[in-house]
Structure formats: structure tokens, C-alpha cells
């Protein structure tokens, strides 16, 4: 068992679950309750290592070199920098993790998630703002001799305008390389056409890094998103970072089918649209051109609402009208009212089932009634109408529970698969008599999504690891008996379970005229109900 106590001011302390705030592929991170965090690195015996050899011989170095190299670390960094403020130490005294001042904040990769944004919305004034912030931090780090390297958005938390730079024990400088980077980010200028780093990283690929951030909070999209659809079939470049990145093809090439659900390019002035496209496509490097963020100015427009930079709002233009009622082939569609939908919900403080403490529980008609015990702090859970799903994680491992929402006791015998690197998203889509759980973490530098589908009897249907252009659409999914459904810009696409894998069985071409992947799905008397970011209609084949 791994040992998880510590001496942090010649004070022992147990690092106990509830003091879990965060963790990733390499360290957990441990509210110390006096305004200090705990950044402990996970150590080679650690369960996420089992069976990884080299990780496990990347946990020890790491151990053993760490200690020095933050204390080289030059002591005039930007205010943004999250610097160490002393180390925590083991048994032996050896140093096993260091402290830091509390920030809060939401990572940056949450405003790049389109779903995430509608429900946490920002000023347009505020979004640029902070965009600054970081890039001062940037060219702060980079005047003392810092480079980032791997240089990612969930490194970066945002409170506001203001933005807090954590991890810098992966930081680079004097002789210290780091060998650490993300698939998303990297600078392909210093890879291999597999998008494996062949160079070390530099002041260039920290910029490069900025302008995948900026460009993907500002579209919603990353700059190798799309499909690329060359007319020519055999001219066709797989849709994956490494192949898109390694031929420079972006998201601005006309070949790229642009995705439904993310803002327009031409919501951007051109010059600064001509920036990005220059850095995507033709290695453009150097300092990201701050006049540009400077000159740049978001504003809602007062008919549709998307933020832009025109005189005119290139979404108005184009945007279609659908009438009350259509038939289109076999498909008929038919506005409603958003309130007449009827969706599942995860668990809140002040929803009918609710967390409190280390409690998950139900408002009853003689007062709450307690479901079951869970981690507190560390739950997320989902309600539909017949059935209740979640999960927890602390110390490498995960507990998953099935429940009724109204009636009975948890039943946690949930055998979830290990959860490796650092959790970025969990959702959960739920149907009457199954639910399907969607994980997905960021394991060295790679974002992997992992579907369980999971029985109202607590057994596990189907796990998989999933990779393709439908998984944008999940969130918004929504279940029937075995199915799932999914929004996706092609139309609805059903996903089931084939001889325990997960596949996609179906795309509803018909639906593709009025279904988007940002749009969320929900079940109705004959059809399937279409909540969209103006409207809701309800489809139904005839």
C-alpha cells in the first residue's frame, strides 16, 4: 500500500482522501487547509503504475531529481507563476513533494469546451482580458530564462481575468530540459511526422502553444479540428493531430468540413485570423502579435447572441429559419418549448437527489433520506428518471455505484476500469435500465476518452476506449433501451453494443439539417427531442 504520510513543517501529517483537490498523470495534489496545497508526487510503487515499467522508472527519477531542479528555479517569475514555498518530506527525509500557495480557478480547457461555456458564460471584454494575462506571463517567463515546454491548458487556471501558471516543476531552464509535452500543443516544427518531440522545446514553441490556446478559446475548436474532405479521395489526410499537424493542414484549409457547433472563423477580424493561419500552416514563430489581442474587441450581437469581431454578424447572414412543421423525407420536425423537455441531470446541492458530506441522498416525503455513503468532495453523480449513476476516485482508485432515484440503497459493486493520468471530464448519459459512463483523462499529454456501460444490476456491459468524430457529440447524447444517440454535425448517430464493444451501428442522414454536435438530445412520445442553442424542435419518423 502506498504510504501517504508526510512531514511538512517538522509536523506529520497524513494525506487523507477528503484533502484531494486534483490529481494527474504524475502527482496528487492535497489541500493543506492553511492556505498551502501539497503537489506529492506519486511514487513508482504507485497504483497507476502497475504494470508500467517505465513509467515507474520515470516516477523515481522524477523523485530524485525534482528537489534540485526547483531549487534552481530563478526567483523572478511573473505573479501569475505558481511557485514553490517549501518542501513536504518522507519518513527518511527525503523530499517527496513540495507546497505552494492556494489558487482557484477553472483550467483554460474549459473555455475552449463549447457546453462548458454556455453554462459559465463570459464577457467577451473578460475573455480577451485574460487572454493578455496569459501572455504576459508568458514573455514574464521567458525574460528570466523559463520556458514552459509543456505548455497546455490545463496547466493554466483561470479566476476572472487573471490566470495562475501551476506545475512548474515541469518548467525548463538553466540545465534542466523537459522531457514532458501534450499531443494537442506540441510545436510540430520540432517533431517527427508521428508528432513525437525530436527537439527541445523553446521560447517559439511556448508562442506556438499560446496560439493553439487562443485560437481554441475563441472557436471553440482546436486548429487541426474538422474533417478533411479533399475532393480527391486519395488526397485525404487522416483526422488526427499527428497526420493534420505533421502536413500543416488546419483548420483553415478549404478542404475542412468546419464543425456545426463551433464559432465561426469569420468571427475574428482578418489580421488576426491571418496570424493564425500563418503559425498553422506556414511555421510562423516568434512573440504571438499582442497588438492584435489588444485591438481585438467581442461583442454579442443583439439578434443571435454569438460574440464577434465584425461589423456585422457573420452568423445572422447565414443563418436558416425552420418552420413550425416540416416533413423532410421520412422525418418530421416540429418547434417546442424548451421547457417541455424532459433531461436527466447530475447531481447538485439543490437537485431532488444530492450530495452532502460523505452522503449521497434523496428529498423523501417524510424528509431526506440517505442513498449510501461516498467520498466527499470527490463524487460525481447522474439522475434519470429510473435510474442514478456515479462514481469516485481518490489514491489510484475508482468506486462506481448504481442507485434508484427513488427508492432503495446505493449499490456500489461497480467494477470500473483503473482511471489513469489526470481526470479532465466526466459525464454520464442515462437511460432506464443502463447508463453510459464517459471518462475522459489527459495520459502524457494525450486527452483519452473511456465509455462504461454500466447495467441498473451494477455489472459492467462493455468498457472501451473510444477515438472518433462522434465522440464530440456526447454530452449532449441522450439513451433508448440498448441505444445511445448521439448529435453529431452528420446527423443523429446510434451507438450500441456489439459483442461487448462499443460501436456506431447508424447515422440518420435525414436529421443532419437539423441536428449539430454542440445540440443535446432527450426521448419523446414517438421521437426525439432537439435542445439547440436558440430553439428546441422534436424530430419524429413517420
Request: proline share 6%; glycine share 10%.
Amino acid at each position: 500500500m502506498t504510504s501517504r504520510q508526510v512531514h511538512v513543517d517538522g509536523q506529520k501529517r497524513t494525506l487523507v482522501p477528503d484533502a484531494l483537490i486534483g490529481q494527474g498523470g504524475e502527482a496528487e495534489v492535497y489541500d493543506l487547509g492553511d492556505g498551502r496545497v501539497l503537489k506529492w508526487w506519486k511514487p513508482a510503487e504507485h497504483p497507476d503504475f502497475d504494470g508500467l515499467p517505465d513509467a515507474q522508472a520515470q516516477a523515481k527519477r522524477r523523485i530524485e531529481d525534482a528537489p534540485a531542479k526547483l531549487r534552481a528555479l530563478p526567483g523572478n517569475l511573473p505573479s501569475a507563476v505558481v511557485t514553490p514555498c517549501g518542501f513536504a518530506l518522507d519518513a527518511k527525509q527525503r523530499v517527496v513533494g513540495y507546497l505552494m500557495p492556494k489558487v482557484s480557478g477553472d483550467p483554460l480547457h474549459s473555455y475552449g469546451e463549447l457546453k462548458w461555456r454556455r453554462e459559465h458564460p463570459i464577457a467577451g471584454e473578460d475573455l480577451v482580458a485574460m487572454l493578455r494575462s496569459l501572455h504576459d506571463a508568458i514573455a514574464g517567463l521567458h525574460r528570466a530564462r523559463v520556458v514552459v515546454g509543456d505548455c497546455n491548458d490545463l496547466n493554466v487556471l483561470v479566476e476572472g481575468t487573471r490566470v495562475h501558471l501551476i506545475d512548474v516543476d515541469s518548467y525548463q531552464y538553466g540545465s534542466y530540459t523537459c522531457p514532458m509535452f501534450s499531443e494537442r500543443f506540441v510545436d510540430p516544427r520540432l517533431c517527427d511526422s508521428a508528432l513525437q518531440p525530436i527537439k527541445p522545446h523553446d521560447e517559439a514553441s511556448d508562442w506556438f502553444a499560446f496560439a493553439v490556446m487562443a485560437f481554441r478559446t475563441l472557436h471553440g475548436v482546436g486548429p487541426w479540428g474538422g474533417v478533411h474532405q479533399p475532393a480527391e479521395a486519395s488526397k485525404r489526410c487522416p483526422n488526427t493531430a499527428a497526420a493534420r499537424a505533421s502536413r500543416r493542414i488546419s483548420i483553415y484549409s478549404p478542404d475542412i468540413v468546419y464543425p456545426k457547433a463551433a464559432r465561426p472563423l469569420s468571427i475574428l477580424p482578418d489580421e488576426l485570423a491571418h496570424a493564425f493561419q500563418a503559425i498553422f500552416e506556414r511555421d510562423q514563430r516568434g512573440v504571438f502579435p499582442r497588438g492584435l489581442l489588444e485591438q481585438l474587441r467581442l461583442r454579442a450581437c443583439s439578434q443571435c447572441g454569438i460574440e464577434h469581431a465584425r461589423v456585422r454578424c457573420p452568423a445572422c447572414q447565414a443563418q436558416a429559419h425552420v418552420p413550425p412543421a416540416v416533413v423532410h423525407g421520412k422525418l418530421r420536425s416540429q418547434q417546442i418549448a424548451t421547457s417541455d423537455l424532459a433531461l436527466p441531470y447530475e447531481v447538485r446541492r439543490t437537485t431532488a437527489v444530492y450530495l452532502d458530506g460523505g452522503g449521497l441522498w434523496r428529498k423523501g416525503r417524510l424528509g431526506p433520506e440517505r442513498i449510501g455513503n461516498v467520498l466527499a468532495q470527490q463524487t460525481r453523480a447522474w439522475v434519470g428518471n429510473k435510474l442514478g449513476i456515479g462514481f469516485y476516485r481518490a489514491g489510484g482508485f475508482a468506486v462506481g455505484f448504481v442507485f434508484k432515484p427513488d427508492r432503495g440503497l446505493l449499490d456500489d459493486r461497480v467494477v470500473l476500469p483503473k482511471i489513469r493520468g489526470q481526470l479532465v471530464a466526466a459525464h454520464a448519459t442515462v437511460g432506464d435500465d443502463r447508463a453510459w459512463l464517459w471518462l475522459t483523462t489527459s495520459e502524457q499529454g494525450r486527452l483519452v476518452t473511456t465509455c462504461v456501460v454500466i447495467g441498473a444490476d451494477a455489472k459492467v456491459i462493455a468498457s472501451s476506449t473510444l477515438d472518433g468524430p462522434w465522440l464530440a457529440g456526447i454530452t449532449g447524447a441522450c439513451a433508448a433501451g440498448p441505444h445511445l444517440f448521439v448529435p453529431t454535425d452528420d446527423g443523429i448517430a446510434r451507438i450500441e453494443v456489439v459483442q461487448q464493444t462499443i460501436v456506431q451501428t447508424r447515422t440518420f442522414a435525414e436529421t443532419a439539417p437539423f441536428v449539430g454536435s454542440g445540440d443535446r438530445l432527450a426521448l419523446s412520445p414517438g421521437g426525439i427531442d432537439v435542445l439547440r442553442a436558440r430553439d428546441a424542435i422534436r424530430l419524429q419518423l413517420s
